[in-house]
């Protein structure tokens, strides 16, 4: 019978929250500002860029399985997940560093080997640490107040990449352009990486409400082919976060080409993540009401109407864009808490039917193909606007900026409509999970007592 716990104290929320804030400062930046400042700053090929970005994901492939393997199956006196999570902290900070304080001269090896070494970093930290939210409570709804706070943080991390950097070049003239954003940004990632991870290694616990894992992985990765709720809330996740990367890795350049805002990108963003944070408490409290599920689908319905609106914007229509982006913000703010609460559901499920440790192996498939989609679209969407014709560095005419907007919306449009009618048929609710949950205990009893 699984064990059940009286709900977390709000500071051990928070402190297990810290780390995805400095996290969100070594990640974003990447999709965010490196194929605009590697391309227009210091000149690479806007094509090579995305496809080393492409390669540096995929090279998580090999990094996520077996991080995820191995963690389910640590044992020691510092728990499963917390000595993955200090090693990959240090390799993440130094690796953003590197990759965002770029010299003159760079190279594509450059950034392909920082590249490929933030990602392993990324990949230690973020695994062992989701598997560890997924195990800490097993409570519906204080499943989603853990991720909810998670994502509170991260979504300050977001508004630190943007806001930080704003007020530098407000206050001290350097800050503004996207290159220099990315260079305040890695020194903040330096420095906040290790202390912040290191507050929640010694302030949170470490539950092993799982046990171990002794099951062979290709066993695990069978049973999980066959776990039906967990492929739909996959696909459906994967395709909101491929309409989200899609769009991140051409933001910078609609919002300088299209719209004219090369100097106010990052002040225009701050309405969508401002947004974020502001939205996420509603989501979270409206879940708890309607269900994980609906509100899920409520977020990506508003996605899908307000998306198109960016193909009405043009030159100088700053305000509107900064409008449209917050309503954005607001669709967005419920992204990851609820699919990453509904995925500690069905985790549950998969732990308790197989009788040992299988969070790790989960995160593991999650943060792959999440990292892949990303990839995916860095390798389609760039090389796609260079195929149609526009260039960073030339001159376009009305016609290439229009199919840069085309390019910009459609795509991402169709991915979150796609997303909303696979979630419609993901099956766990709160109801649905007490049942299961009630089979379980009686199947654990039967078998206790014939031992």
């Known amino acids: 019978m699984s ?94 560093y590197m990759l965002f304080n770029p010299e003159a001269g760079v190279t594509n090896t450059y950034l392909l080997v920082w590249a490929i070494l933030l990602w392993l970093g990324w990949t230690m930290v973020n695994i062992p640490y989701y598997a560890w939210g997924a195990e800490i409570s097993d409570d519906y709804d204080e499943r989603t107040r853990i991720t909810g706070w998670r994502q509170f943080f991260g979504f300050l991390g977001n508004v630190s990449v943007l806001f930080i950097p704003v007020a530098s070049g407000q206050l001290f003239g350097y800050g503004s352009l996207p290159s220099e954003g990315l260079t305040i940004i890695g020194g903040m990632a330096l420095v906040g990486l290790p202390i912040l991870v290191g507050f929640t290694l010694m302030l949170v616990p470490e539950p092993n409400r799982y046990g171990t894992a002794h099951t062979p992985i290709f066993k695990h990765l069978k049973s999980m082919r066959k776990n039906g709720s967990f492929w739909l809330l996959f696909v459906a996740f994967m395709l909101l976060s491929l309409g989200t990367g899609w769009g991140s890795a051409t933001f910078m350049l609609f919002a300088t080409f299209v719209v004219g805002a090369e100097a106010q990108t990052q002040a225009i963003l701050l309405g969508y993540y401002g947004a974020n944070v502001i939205a996420l408490p509603f989501w979270v409290k409206l879940s708890e009401r309607i269900g994980k599920k609906e509100t899920w689908m409520a977020g990506g319905i508003l996605f899908v109407i307000v998306t198109p609106f960016f193909l009405l914007l ?124 009630v089979a379980l205990d009686k199947r654990e009893a039967r078998l206790g007592a014939k031992t």
């Open 314 to 437: 043009g030159d100088g229509d700053l305000w509107w864009f900064f409008l449209i982006l917050a309503f954005y913000g607001i669709a967005g703010g419920n992204f990851s808490a609820i699919s990453m609460s509904m995925k500690a559901d069905v985790i549950e499920i998969a732990a308790r039917r197989s009788g040992e440790n299988v969070s790790g192996a989960y995160i593991a498939v999650w943060s792959l193909g999440s990292k892949l989609v990303i990839a995916i679209a860095l390798g389609t969407a760039l090389p796609l606007l260079g195929y149609l014709g526009f260039d960073p560095n030339g001159e376009n005419t009305a016609e290439q900026l229009r199919t840069l907007s085309y390019v910009y919306v459609l795509p991402p449009w169709l991915f979150y409509a796609t997303a909303v009618v696979i979630l419609w048929r993901y099956p766990i609710s709160r109801m649905r999970l007490d049942r299961i949950r």
């Open 3 to 96: 064990e059940m716990q009286t709900s977390l104290k709000r500071r051990t929320l928070m402190a297990f929250g810290l780390p995805e804030y400095a996290v969100y400062l070594a990640s974003i930046p990447v999709v965010l500002y490196l194929p605009f400042v590697y391309s227009r700053d210091f000149g690479l090929d806007l094509t090579d860029v995305g496809l080393i970005l492409m390669v540096g994901r995929i090279s998580d492939v090999i990094t996520d399985p077996l991080i995820g393997y191995i963690s389910d199956r640590t044992k020691g006196r510092f728990g499963k997940r917390k000595p993955w999570i200090a090693v990959g902290t240090l390799i993440l900070m130094i690796s953003a």
